[in-house]
């Protein structure tokens, strides 16, 4: 089995924030998730060098837009690895390899019929690099999401034949309702699609600053097309051998619901143009707001991840995004929320729920587990877990399978105080209950913490390490699958923050 899922690539035009972070976050969630059922995944991230939005912030700041594009680029690779993001490549558009790769194929779209030269005339948004329809747009002529005026654009283009999938794409969505998720989102795009497909620009004459078009110098490609080609292009070159035939096409795009209208009709349009497969599954999430907007930069309201990183750890705030927002909706982020949440179930549901088993173990049995079996009492709640975490993974439900997860460290935590270990310890006729009962903790707590990988990896690491049972696959997510002999100390896994 493989897996392929991918993040949007980022504009390099400001650095990087948390909702970038956001969307590599819960990529990383089901890379993880898919590599402890022993699947062969590949994970791609990147950023998108090209087009007006980098090409006008460099003009702004006085530099060439290759120059900011290297600055930035390196801010969002290095904030991968920052976020505990295992991703197997990183594209930069501006790879001499991607150039080709989007030639290649945008010609073979060409020779397939599917482009013309034509006029477009219209109103354009240069932050978002994308025309906008009379109906969409903000009064003033303004971008409904950026709130800059429009420009209106009269240029020479050539065109993509978009029109010519109208029927194609109602049929895809006829036939496949999990082509997009969340629901709203997959209506959203379908009523787009019925309310008829017009032809998009597929080139720009009056910019420099992209990928040429190899049948006319004069231009280059469109922003949209050249990034959406990374999904494909990137398997072609990422390791040195050609893994297109491994991975392609896509199990999930992640992606933000204001570039749905580009993965959702203008990307399988383009995929069909140019007769390849089309991606699986496209889910759509909402945006992390501060104080009611969508955090960004232009707006100036961003919560800075590598600030609240130096502070807590990756895993706290990989933990954090996933919880407090839905995944697939909007919802609002704070410094406060962040706090409690930290406190209250990292900290204290967690991470005393570790200390105490652990030290438990430590003063009642010498830091050695007796041999046998985990209390059916506690199995019972721990059945299917493995199978409802993985189908809601595979829905790209982030937020349920965390859920599913934390109700059982909420089970562990009352199983503790039913059972009053220390209670039993003083009572030497009660010896073999407290094994059972310690067992069961320890297996308990092994159990979720392998499930808790994919979100929190390094802290999981270090407790499953600390329970002598480091092995991460899916399979030993079962009570009782661990053989737990030897636990040692672990020291806070959620200390109080400096
Ligand atoms: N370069 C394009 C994507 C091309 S994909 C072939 C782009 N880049 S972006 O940097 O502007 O945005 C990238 C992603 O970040 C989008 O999915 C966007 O929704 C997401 N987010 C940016 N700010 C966000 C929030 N405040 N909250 C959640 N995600 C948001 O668009």
Same mark, same amino acid.
């Given at each position: 089995?493989?897996?392929?899922?991918?993040?949007?690539?980022? %504009?390099?035009?400001?650095?990087?924030?948390?909702?970038?972070?956001?969307?590599?976050?819960?990529?990383?969630? =089901?890379?993880?998730?898919?590599?402890?059922?022993?699947?062969?995944?590949?994970?791609?991230?990147?950023?998108?060098?090209?087009?007006?939005?980098?090409?006008?912030?460099?003009?702004?700041?006085?530099?060439?837009?290759?120059?900011?594009?290297? $600055?930035?680029?390196?801010?969002?690779?290095?904030?991968?690895?920052?976020?505990?993001?295992?991703?197997?490549?990183?594209?930069?558009?501006?790879?001499?390899?991607?150039?080709?790769?989007?030639?290649?194929?945008?010609?073979?779209? $060409?020779?397939?019929?599917?482009?013309?030269?034509?006029?477009?005339?219209?109103?354009?948004?240069?932050?978002?690099?994308?025309?906008?329809?009379?109906?969409?747009?903000?009064?003033?002529?303004?971008?409904?999401?950026?709130?800059?005026?429009?420009?209106?654009?009269?240029?020479?283009?050539?065109?993509?034949?978009?029109?010519?999938?109208?029927?194609?794409?109602?049929?895809?969505?006829?036939?496949?309702?999990?082509?997009?998720?969340?629901?709203?989102?997959?209506?959203?795009?379908?009523?787009?699609?019925?309310?008829?497909?017009?032809?998009?620009?597929?080139?720009?004459?009056?910019?420099?600053?992209?990928?040429?078009?190899?049948?006319?110098?004069?231009?280059?490609?469109?922003?949209?097309?050249?990034?959406?080609?990374?999904?494909?292009?990137?398997?072609? %070159?990422?390791?040195?051998?050609?893994?297109?035939?491994?991975?392609?096409?896509?199990?999930?795009?992640?992606?933000?619901?204001?570039?749905?209208?580009?993965?959702?009709?203008?990307?399988?349009?383009?995929? =069909?143009?140019?007769?390849?497969?089309?991606?699986?599954?496209?889910?759509?999430?909402? %945006?992390?707001?501060?104080?009611?907007?969508? =955090?960004?930069?232009?707006?100036?309201?961003?919560?800075?991840?590598?600030?609240?990183?130096?502070?807590?750890?990756?895993?706290?705030?990989?933990?954090?995004?996933?919880?407090?927002?839905?995944?697939?909706?909007?919802?609002?982020?704070?410094?406060?929320?962040?706090?409690?949440?930290?406190?209250?179930?990292?900290?204290?549901?967690?991470?005393?729920?570790?200390?105490?088993?652990?030290? =438990?173990?430590?003063?009642?049995?010498?830091?050695?587990?007796?041999?046998?079996?985990?209390?059916?009492?506690?199995?019972?709640?721990?059945?299917?877990?493995?199978?409802?975490?993985?189908?809601?993974?595979?829905?790209?439900?982030?937020?349920?399978?965390?859920?599913?997860?934390?109700?059982?460290?909420?089970?562990?935590?009352?199983?503790?105080?039913?059972?009053?270990?220390?209670?039993?310890?003083?009572?030497?006729?009660?010896?073999?209950?407290?094994?059972?009962?310690?067992?069961?903790?320890?297996?308990?707590?092994?159990?979720?913490?392998?499930?808790?990988?994919?979100?929190?990896?390094?802290?999981?690491? $270090?407790?499953?390490?600390?329970?002598?049972?480091?092995?991460?696959?899916?399979?030993?997510? $079962?009570?009782?699958?661990?053989?737990?002999?030897?636990?040692?100390?672990?020291?806070?896994?959620?200390?109080?923050?400096?």
């Amino acid at each position: 089995m493989t897996f392929y899922v991918t993040t949007p690539i980022y %504009y390099v035009n400001a650095a990087p924030h948390l909702g970038h972070a956001y969307t590599t976050i819960a990529a990383d969630v =089901m890379a993880r998730h898919h590599r402890q059922r022993d699947e062969d995944v590949f994970f791609l991230t990147g950023t998108d060098e090209h087009g007006e939005p980098v090409a006008d912030a460099a003009h702004a700041l006085g530099v060439e837009p290759q120059e900011l594009a290297d $600055r930035n680029a390196e801010r969002f690779k290095a904030l991968a690895p920052k976020i505990g993001a295992s991703n197997d490549f990183f594209i930069r558009t501006t790879d001499r390899q991607h150039e080709a790769g989007v030639q290649r194929v945008l010609a073979r779209v $060409r020779d397939n019929g599917f482009v013309y030269e034509g006029t477009y005339e219209g109103w354009y948004c240069p932050r978002c690099a994308d025309f906008k329809a009379e109906a969409e747009i903000d009064p003033g002529n303004r971008c409904p999401i950026h709130h800059i005026e429009l420009t209106r654009e009269q240029e020479d283009n050539y065109f993509f034949r978009l029109s010519a999938f109208q029927q194609q794409l109602e049929q895809l969505y006829a036939e496949r309702a999990d082509f997009v998720a969340p629901r709203t989102r997959y209506n959203e795009a379908l009523s787009f699609i019925r309310s008829g497909l017009r032809d998009v620009p597929l080139t720009r004459h009056k910019l420099t600053w992209g990928v040429r078009v190899p049948w006319d110098s004069e231009h280059v490609f469109y922003v949209w097309f050249d990034a959406l080609l990374n999904y494909y292009t990137a398997l072609s %070159y990422a390791r040195g051998e050609d893994l297109t035939g491994e991975f392609w096409p896509a199990d999930y795009h992640l992606i933000g619901k204001d570039i749905l209208r580009f993965h959702a009709i203008y990307w399988p349009a383009l995929l =069909m143009a140019a007769e390849l497969e089309l991606p699986r599954h496209i889910f759509v999430h909402g %945006y992390l707001l501060m104080e009611g907007e969508k =955090m960004s930069k232009s707006l100036g309201n961003v919560l800075d991840p590598f600030v609240v990183i130096e502070r807590f750890g990756a895993d706290a705030l990989r933990f954090y995004v996933l919880r407090e927002v839905p995944f697939g909706q909007d919802g609002s982020v704070s410094t406060a929320s962040f706090e409690l949440r930290y406190e209250t179930e990292l900290a204290n549901e967690l991470g005393n729920l570790a200390s105490r088993t652990l030290a =438990m173990i430590g003063r009642y049995r010498d830091w050695r587990l007796p041999p046998c079996p985990p209390d059916p009492a506690l199995g019972a709640d721990f059945e299917e877990l493995t199978e409802r975490v993985s189908a809601l993974i595979d829905a790209a439900e982030l937020t349920l399978a965390l859920e599913e997860i934390w109700q059982r460290v909420r089970r562990l935590n009352r199983y503790v105080e039913e059972n009053a270990p220390w209670r039993l310890a003083g009572e030497a006729e009660r010896d073999a209950e407290l094994d059972r009962v310690l067992r069961s903790l320890a297996e308990g707590l092994r159990a979720v913490t392998v499930l808790l990988w994919p979100y929190i990896p390094a802290t999981a690491e $270090r407790l499953l390490a600390a329970l002598g049972a480091p092995d991460l696959s899916l399979a030993a997510a $079962r009570l009782g699958a661990g053989g737990i002999e030897r636990v040692r100390h672990v020291e806070p896994l959620f200390p109080k923050a400096a």
